[in-house]
């Protein structure tokens, strides 16, 4: 099989979700290390409580009741009863709330509750006025088969004393402390798929769920055959409008076409983090007619999320490299050429060496392309067996080290695995590339 040409038409994630501190800042679609910590910080706390109040607590055990009514309102699919929770003034934001309950009715929703914490932020406009209050929420929600417990986010509500009792009087979505997964909220989704592998799209989308869905099942059938490998785990695959993920971009400012990450759960109120929640592959909507047209890049994605175990201990151009040469079987480099010479100058003029974790998003290009040739060096020559020994080898050194991305252990573990110097593995990935 021949490659039409190199760059390629998806141009691939290389940006994080905020979730995943620890790799903030560090170029690469990587899947999340389960003891990475999320962020799940606080903004702009003030606590400032209500003034004149004889019981400054009172009002947050007033709105906790609030939210659950609506928790017991969602898991007893009484609608009626949500929007008894939600401001009667406010017709927009019934809509709104009323698409969220029906999103969360056709979701496996087995779990929600809220937690409310005893500080007051700055409260958010209210149509027509009146004493509000905005405590810092946490929204917990657990989809069956696909979570291992609720993925917990932050929202932002205000709440709004109405005819003596509260009610939600706004809702936003924080551009600065997005939430992490919640594609129940904003338009109207459609679901397809099981417990071990759900598919959500915009309701009016181009391509539908059921479509993506068998795409993603043959592809992700590819995937495991290559590797040889079942995944661990279930995994949603999101590519609704809804949520922070869809805006993610490369150093180039292009729009990634999907992206793979892991949620968290956390405590009650949001203080500490209590472990993974599940797998995602977040496609980009406006990306997802290519996507199923040319599956190269949910292949890629599918293959973060089949090796997620192994962590993020790797370098960079060892899970990306596997990702790409999983993503593009059957084809190879070995027999694919390039049309852009501004490509080929580059080759030529890029140093020969393994990318370090630091470097790794300079040229991204570049970047994914060389790991792609690391990676087709080793896995043709040695094979796949020998890979995923070494991606173990970083995941268990690189946990006893406390070092991610393989920071100073590559040396060590490619003599180990392979009896093989990184300057051998780089000089033979640079043949590849420079063959093209
Ligand atoms: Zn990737």
């Known amino acids: 099989m021949r490659r039409s040409s190199v760059p390629r038409p998806l141009p691939r994630v290389l940006a994080l979700l905020l979730p995943l501190t620890l790799v903030v800042g560090t170029a690469g679609c990587t899947v999340g290390d389960p003891l990475a910590k999320p962020d799940l910080g606080k903004a702009e706390v003030t606590t400032t409580a209500a003034p004149g109040e004889k019981d400054p607590y009172a009002e947050f055990g007033a709105v906790q009741r609030v939210l659950d009514e609506r928790a017991r309102a969602l898991l007893g699919g009484d609608r009626k009863r949500f929007l008894a929770t939600v401001d009667r003034d406010n017709s927009k934001l019934r809509r709104r709330q009323a698409a969220m309950f029906d999103n969360l009715q056709v979701l496996p929703l087995t779990n929600v509750y809220y937690g409310v914490e005893r500080t007051a932020l700055l409260a958010d406009p209210v149509r027509g006025g009146g004493h509000a209050l905005r405590p810092v929420v946490v929204e917990h929600?657990?989809?069956?088969?696909?979570?291992?417990?609720?993925?917990?986010?932050?929202?932002?509500?205000?709440?709004?004393?109405?005819r003596g009792g509260w009610v939600l009087g706004n809702e936003r979505e924080d551009p600065l402390f997005a939430a992490q997964f919640r594609p129940w909220y904003g338009t109207r989704i459609e679901t397809?798929?099981?417990?071990?592998?759900?598919?959500?799209?915009?309701e009016d989308a181009e391509v539908g769920a059921d479509e993506l869905l068998g795409q993603t099942r043959s592809a992700l059938a590819s995937v495991t055959g290559v590797l040889d490998q079942e995944p661990a785990a279930p995994l949603l695959v999101d590519a609704t409008s809804n949520g922070a993920a869809t805006?993610?971009?490369?150093?180039?400012?292009?729009?990634?076409?999907a992206v793979s990450f892991t949620t968290f759960g956390s405590s009650r109120l949001g203080g500490d983090y209590t472990g993974v929640a599940g797998a995602v592959v977040k496609a980009n909507p406006d990306y997802v007619s290519q996507l199923v047209e040319d599956d190269e890049t949910l292949r890629h994605e599918l293959t973060h999320y089949v090796l997620s175990g192994y962590g993020n201990s790797n370098p960079q151009w060892v899970t990306e490299g596997i990702a790409e040469y999983v993503g593009y079987r059957p084809g190879t480099l070995a027999d694919s050429y390039i049309e852009d010479a501004g490509l080929?100058?580059?080759?030529?003029?890029?140093?020969?060496r393994l990318i370090p974790p630091g470097r790794w998003g300079d040229d991204p290009e570049l970047d994914y392309l060389s790991a792609e040739a690391f990676a087709e060096?080793?896995?043709?020559?040695?094979?796949l067996d020998d890979y995923l020994e070494m991606m173990d080898l970083f995941r268990r050194m690189g946990r006893s080290r406390s070092v991610v991305y393989g920071e100073g252990i590559v040396d060590d573990v490619l003599r180990r695995v392979y009896d093989l110097e990184a300057d051998q593995v780089a000089r033979g990935g640079f043949e590849l590339l420079r063959g093209l």
């Open 141 to 162: 929600v657990q989809l069956r088969g696909v979570h291992q417990r609720p993925v917990s986010n932050d929202v932002t509500m205000t709440f709004v004393q109405r």
């Open 247 to 257: 805006e993610v971009s490369n150093a180039s400012g292009e729009d990634a076409a």
């Open 192 to 202: 397809a798929g099981d417990a071990a592998l759900l598919v959500m799209t915009d």
């Open 377 to 383: 060096f080793l896995i043709s020559g040695y094979g």
């Open 344 to 352: 080929e100058r580059r080759i030529d003029e890029r140093e020969v």
